[in-house]
């Protein structure tokens, strides 16, 4: 028996809350992406071939866009938050290298994933090339706090992809451990990318917390949304399989939720597909029916929600501004991928 659930995409308002800092840091984002083109340059043929293959795939520059937002919310005018924005996007593109290996996974963005191309070595290596030039412009950028918020992001995003291998087939996982780890891999760099802002800028240690806040509880929002998608969007939404989690045994929110609620039957069927990796015909729609009959997915799109109301609220001590509105907005954008 099959079980039909998908979520309506609102893709024309999800594109629209993507207006305003898309407008708001055009010109610079121009500038990032000339140097990220410049920066994947190198002698050896196949640097170059597997960065661009992933960097032009048609990923949003979110986080970029961030650390350039949040620079012009407080007001910075000078040219580090580019090279920043840069070696936050070399950051992101480099953990994705690594876990399409970690992961098996055969898609990104919608495209064969550079390991199916190239080998897992050769990711691996570029993700490590990519890193070693995202700090070789933090270093050019020459401010100590900037590169010490970045460079620990580094070590904590690190640390949250080990700590989900040692969750991954476990459906014993709850709720409070399943959240530390997307804070370490997801959003750990969200809240980097809000915070060099305006470190750069010289605000004040108030409105430093309030932007990182604002990234982290954004980059929380932002992985619950797709820990939903994964069960009830597209391939589309998601640039990669439906179901890709379920079939790599990974504990995300709603097996948590729905493990937590369900009877030892249910389990039963979870420590089988997840723990054991034997998964047969028809269990990815039995585990999505599952997800459904508790609620779990409802669930994870409300505390994706509520994250969203925290990284808002985070920027209240900012006065109105087109910036602020812009940043506002994009918290729309993430939570709206699904409704």
């Given at each position: 028996?099959?079980?039909?659930?998908?979520?309506?995409?609102?893709?024309?308002?999800?594109?629209?809350?993507?207006?305003?800092?898309?407008?708001?840091?055009?010109?610079?984002?121009?500038?990032?992406?000339?140097?990220?083109?410049?920066?994947?340059?190198?002698?050896?043929?196949?640097?170059?071939?597997?960065?661009?293959?992933?960097?032009?795939?048609?990923?949003?520059?979110?986080?970029?866009?961030?650390?350039?937002?949040?620079?012009?919310?407080?007001?910075?005018?000078?040219?580090?938050?580019?090279?920043?924005?840069?070696?936050?996007?070399?950051?992101?593109?480099?953990?994705?290298?690594?876990?399409?290996?970690?992961?098996?996974?055969?898609?990104?963005?919608?495209?064969?994933?550079?390991r199916m191309l190239w080998g897992n070595e050769a990711s691996v290596l570029v993700g490590d090339f990519l890193l070693g030039q995202a700090f070789r412009m933090m270093i050019e950028v020459g401010n100590m706090?900037?590169?010490?918020?970045?460079?620990?992001?580094?070590?904590?995003?690190?640390?949250?992809?080990?700590?989900?291998?040692a969750a991954a087939k476990n459906i014993g996982t709850d709720e409070e451990a399943y959240l530390a780890v997307i804070r370490g891999k997801t959003a750990e760099l969200f809240a980097a990318a809000c915070e060099?802002?305006?470190?750069?800028?010289?605000?004040?240690?108030?409105?430093?917390?309030?932007?990182?806040?604002?990234?982290?509880?954004?980059?929380?929002?932002?992985?619950?949304?797709?820990?939903?998608?994964?069960?009830?969007?597209?391939?589309?939404?998601?640039?990669?399989?439906?179901?890709?989690?379920?079939?790599?045994?990974?504990?995300?929110?709603?097996?948590?939720?729905?493990?937590?609620?369900?009877?030892?039957?249910?389990?039963?069927?979870?420590?089988?597909?997840?723990?054991?990796?034997?998964?047969?015909?028809?269990?990815?729609?039995?585990?999505?029916?599952?997800?459904?009959?508790?609620?779990?997915?409802?669930?994870?799109?409300?505390?994706?929600?509520?994250?969203?109301?925290?990284?808002?609220?985070?920027?209240d001590v900012f006065p109105a501004s087109p910036a602020r509105e812009a940043l506002l907005d994009v918290v729309d954008f993430c939570v709206a991928r699904v409704r």
């Amino acid at each position: 028996m099959s079980v039909a659930y998908s979520f309506a995409t609102a893709a024309t308002p999800t594109e629209a809350s993507l207006e305003g800092i898309v407008g708001l840091v055009r010109a610079d984002m121009d500038r990032v992406n000339a140097l990220i083109l410049s920066r994947t340059g190198s002698e050896v043929t196949m640097i170059p071939e597997v960065a661009q293959h992933l960097i032009s795939s048609g990923g949003k520059r979110l986080r970029p866009m961030l650390t350039l937002a949040t620079g012009a919310l407080s007001g910075y005018e000078g040219d580090g938050t580019v090279k920043l924005a840069a070696s936050v996007e070399f950051m992101h593109t480099a953990t994705l290298l690594h876990d399409d290996v970690v992961d098996d996974s055969e898609m990104r963005r919608g495209k064969l994933a550079a390991r199916m191309l190239w080998g897992n070595e050769a990711s691996v290596l570029v993700g490590d090339f990519l890193l070693g030039q995202a700090f070789r412009m933090m270093i050019e950028v020459g401010n100590m706090r900037a590169l010490d918020i970045l460079s620990t992001a580094a070590v904590v995003i690190a640390e949250g992809e080990v700590a989900q291998l040692a969750a991954a087939k476990n459906i014993g996982t709850d709720e409070e451990a399943y959240l530390a780890v997307i804070r370490g891999k997801t959003a750990e760099l969200f809240a980097a990318a809000c915070e060099v802002g305006p470190v750069l800028a010289g605000r004040t240690k108030e409105e430093q917390a309030a932007c990182r806040a604002y990234g982290m509880n954004l980059g929380i929002a932002f992985q619950l949304v797709d820990d939903a998608l994964d069960y009830g969007g597209s391939q589309a939404d998601l640039g990669k399989n439906v179901g890709d989690d379920f079939r790599e045994g990974k504990i995300t929110l709603p097996i948590v939720l729905a493990v937590r609620q369900g009877d030892e039957t249910e389990r039963d069927f979870w420590r089988r597909c997840l723990e054991r990796g034997e998964i047969g015909e028809g269990d990815l729609e039995q585990a999505m029916g599952l997800l459904v009959r508790h609620g779990a997915i409802a669930q994870t799109v409300e505390r994706a929600r509520a994250y969203g109301a925290a990284a808002k609220q985070a920027l209240d001590v900012f006065p109105a501004s087109p910036a602020r509105e812009a940043l506002l907005d994009v918290v729309d954008f993430c939570v709206a991928r699904v409704r």
